[in-house]
């Protein structure tokens, strides 16, 4: 409901914005005549209109998400036609003469002297016709949020409320007269520089992605992604929580804690065709939700494979759905090849857009929803661990489905490097920390230049959570990227293991680094991604572990310098 009133608060503000300057000659043509028999049949032509043409427009945004990369260069040569149409009036009016064409067209056969309601009507659908691409900024985040939630009846919905709201506006210009006419003539002086200043962002916006200067850049504005005003809108939609409460698997029964929501939401399918949860009736399925670079989610996914070979041949489906945290995690190519060399041979629904995330009304990585046949949500968990709890909860769902026979005993996957599960009885281990100045803590190198190259120093002496950076770096909200060689990092940790986020510079270079601990080699200490002299090479967007302990789990002083420019560092994780 509440997204409703949105929409409709921005259809009926359209009033004092650009785009209803088309629509003002064909509205305020029949101001002298009854209102009931002229303007309603008018407005109400126009807004259904103008719903329907937005909603295929809905359904072009939805498809060019799903296109994924190919998508983004059409959307782009969209965006750029958008912005030039913003900024010249010369290219909205070429734009959208075919569609004046039509209005006209549309506007002679009803007779704009006859009088009849059908007529009206007539003129509001070419007014419609008009209005459909001039529509302004609301109406860019209605579309982009139909695009992300997929077209549907909800999609017209809003739209239609849009329109409502608008024409609620027109109706009350047409009723009260002069005055709000002469209020919308002022406001309109303002909205043409309005108007010119997004066409400026948008093809900023539009030359930096295409010129590459920032690899994240484009992932961070796919189609698939929200931001403010649009955020809102999106969050009034997230259903109620599907999980209620945390359920003991020990005791007699699973409750039902919600029902399996669609799966149509995902952006790409890695391993398998597209899969609707209709399609899961009558298996027994684990949805796991995980991104590539998520230290919890690396290790717990050696569990995950086990469940799904030992499982498979008696009705247990696996689902991932990958759900990025990062930008470098949206390329369908990094998850592919994350995938490969995780082994992960079961579907992966890629979830850019956190739509079935939102579905789930998740919150955590990893997150495991464990469905019965019925299609009913049993059981959950969170985080890693338990995992013999969760096996059991498999169990007793294939059970419950009359499977018999179950292969007894419990996964022992072998697993080596990063997806060793983390040291028992670490005490203060230290937090996961960002890079990036959004979520960054405990940094110890002065104040952060904000997406903007500066030279830090770090302190010769740290306390332990603390971390600094050294060198020429440009620290942006979720990453810091080296411009000069032989910058460093460092971080006063407390863990059996460290971990970090980290990958390649825009060209895609390898970037070579060296790994001191408490100032010398990590010899027995080193991390599966570097050798005993702390040397590694940074190939692709991932987590590299670099520190692991031989023995225990103390407070030591972590360094890596890299020797080249370029490197992107994301976020430490530990063990």
């Known amino acids: 409901m509440l997204v409703l009133i949105l929409a409709y608060l921005g259809g009926a503000l359209t009033i004092l914005s650009p785009c209803i300057l088309p629509v003002l000659p064909f509205v305020f043509s029949r101001a002298d005549r009854p209102f009931a028999r002229n303007g309603l049949p008018m407005l109400a032509g126009m807004a259904l209109t103008f719903a329907v043409v937005a909603t295929l427009a809905a359904v072009g945004g939805g498809w060019a998400v799903r296109a994924n990369q190919y998508g983004r260069f059409v959307a782009l040569a969209v965006l750029a036609v958008l912005g030039l149409s913003l900024l010249s009036e010369r290219v909205a009016e070429w734009i959208t003469r075919p569609f004046v064409a039509l209005g006209n067209k549309l506007t002679e056969r009803t007779g704009s002297q006859d009088d009849s309601v059908l007529s009206a009507a007539g003129l509001g659908v070419a007014t ?7 529509a302004g900024p609301i109406l860019g985040l209605l579309l982009t949020c139909a695009a992300l939630k997929g077209a549907s009846v909800r999609t017209t919905l809003l739209l239609l409320t849009y329109a409502a709201g608008a024409a609620t506006s027109l109706a009350l210009a047409l009723l009260i007269g002069g005055r709000v ?58 259903p109620a929580p599907l999980v209620q409460l945390a359920v003991n698997a020990g005791g007699d029964t699973l409750p039902v804690e919600g029902d399996l929501p669609a799966l149509d939401g995902a952006t790409q399918w890695l391993n398998s065709p597209p899969i609707s949860a209709q399609s899961l009736r009558g298996k027994v399925v684990l949805v796991d939700f995980w991104t590539y670079s998520c230290i919890n989610c690396i290790r717990s996914l050696p569990y995950v494979r086990s469940w ?33 060399d995780l082994g992960v041979d079961y579907p992966v629904a890629l979830d850019n857009g956190y739509t079935i995330w939102k579905a789930f009304s998740n919150e955590y990585w990893p997150a495991h929803y464990f469905i019965d046949p019925q299609g009913h949500i049993r ?40 997806q060793v599960a983390a040291g028992s009885g670490d005490t203060g281990r230290s937090p996961e920390t960002y890079v990036g100045y959004a979520r960054a803590q405990n940094f110890a190198s002065g104040t952060v230049a904000q997406d903007e190259t500066a030279t830090y120093h770090a302190p010769s002496t740290l306390t332990v959570n603390q971390w600094g950076l050294d ?17 460093r990092i460092v971080y006063r940790f407390r863990g059996r293991d460290l971990h970090l986020v980290l990958g390649p510079g825009r060209d895609g270079q390898p970037v070579r680094f060296r790994v001191l601990i408490d100032n010398k080699a990590p010899g027995a200490d080193r991390g599966a991604d570097i050798d005993a002299d702390g040397n590694g090479t940074i190939t692709g ?35």
């Open 379 to 418: 059981h959950h968990h969170f985080g890693e661990g338990d995992y013999r709890q969760s096996e059991d909860v498999i169990r007793r769902l294939l059970a419950e489905a009359g499977r018999k026979d179950l292969p007894g005993g419990y996964v022992q996957p072998g697993v080596q490097g990063a």
């Open 471 to 487: 060198g020429r770096w440009l620290v942006s909200d979720e990453s810091a990227r080296l411009d000069s060689p032989n910058g």
């Open 541 to 575: 967007q991932r987590l590299y572990q670099l520190v692991r302990q031989a023995n225990g789990s103390g407070e030591r002083t972590f360094e890596i310098t890299f020797l080249d420019p370029g490197v992107l560092a994301y976020a430490f994780t530990f063990g």
């Open 128 to 134: 419609g016709l008009l209005w459909a691409p001039c």
């Open 308 to 340: 799904a070979d030992k499982y498979k041949d008696y009705g247990l489906v696996v689902i991932g759905v990958h759900a990025p945290e990062f930008a470098f995690e949206k390329d369908p190519g990094n998850v592919a090849h994350a995938v490969k």
């Open 181 to 238: 006419f002469a209020l919308m003539k002022r406001s309109l002086g303002a909205g043409k520089w309005v108007r010119r200043a997004l066409g400026v962002l948008v093809l900023a916006g539009v030359a930096a992605i295409a010129l590459g200067l920032d690899t994240g850049l484009l992932t961070r504005v796919s189609l698939a992604s929200t931001g403010g005003l649009e955020q809102k809108l999106i969050d009034a939609m997230r």
